[in-house]
Nanobody, 115 residues
Framework: QVQLVESGGGLVQPGGSLTLSCAAS????????MRWYRQAPGKERELVAV????????RYADSVKGRFTISRDNLKNTVYLQMNSLKPEDTAVYYC????????WGQGTQVTVSS
């Protein structure tokens, strides 16, 4: 079955950096586009970044452009989200997502940006 397991979240000061990882299994990872979403308290889940199956194409939410980088390693079945220059408004639970006939989600990893 499809499994997505996120890791790498934590508490970081404003201006700091974190790298999230999502280990995928149960499907043909190298043929699937992957996405990172986030959901802040009291807000709807929003799309943060998308990467194509081979990694050659990426797209970002305006709010994270120039600060976040999505990447993938198809040999390790893992997608990453490098987050730099973090702001308090980046505080959220971050979710890995893949669509294979329907949406599949990981359990999420908490990112808190606070001094």
């Amino acid at each position: 079955q499809v499994q997505l397991v996120e890791s790498g979240g934590g508490l970081v000061q404003p201006g700091g950096s974190l790298t999230l990882s999502c280990a995928a299994s149960g499907f043909s990872f190298s043929t699937a586009a992957m996405r990172w979403y986030r959901q802040a308290p009291g807000k709807e889940r929003e799309l943060v970044a998308v990467i194509s199956s081979a990694g050659g194409s990426t797209r970002y939410a305006d709010s994270v452009k120039g600060r976040f980088t999505i990447s993938r390693d198809n040999l390790k079945n893992t997608v990453y989200l490098q987050m730099n220059s973090l702001k308090p408004e980046d505080t959220a639970v971050y979710y890995c997502n893949v669509w294979i006939g329907r949406d599949f989600w990981g359990q999420g990893t908490q990112v808190t940006v606070s001094s």
